[in-house]
């Protein structure tokens, strides 16, 4: 049997991770070692990030329709929990949007919320 040496798939898979460290300030762009921490770290930050945009935007959303509601003298929950007792289920993203592009529709938005409690 001849002998097989993994010279191709091992500069494959550091050539892979060097890729992937381009731009890394120092040593992190050039050394395997270091690379490979580097890549696993931004891995890492990059999963918990990927989490953290949903939190963020939902904060932002929550933030704006509150905003709103309180100009038509309710707040966040209150002006929630109308809207679920009158049957009108919009998510935060578009009540958002609403709130930010159209303030007359969201006013009906908290009347109709107002009647409902």
Do not use: C, P
């Not at 494959?12 to 040593?27: F, H, S």
């Not at 990059?46 to 953290?52: F, L, S, W």
């Amino acid at each position: 049997m001849a002998r097989i040496k993994g010279a191709m798939a091992t500069r494959k898979r550091r050539n892979k991770i060097l890729k992937a460290a381009k731009g890394y300030w120092g040593a992190k762009s050039k050394h395997f070692k270091m690379a490979k921490q580097a890549v696993m770290k931004s891995g890492q930050y990059a999963y918990i990030g990927r989490k953290q945009k949903k939190r963020d935007f939902r904060r932002l959303w929550i933030a704006r329709i509150s905003a709103q509601a309180k100009v038509n003298g309710m707040n966040y929950s209150t002006f929630m929990n109308g809207l679920k007792k009158a049957g009108i289920t919009l998510n935060r993203k578009m009540l958002s949007e609403i709130a930010i592009a159209d303030k007359a529709a969201f006013a009906e938005l908290a009347a109709k919320a107002k009647a409902a409690l």
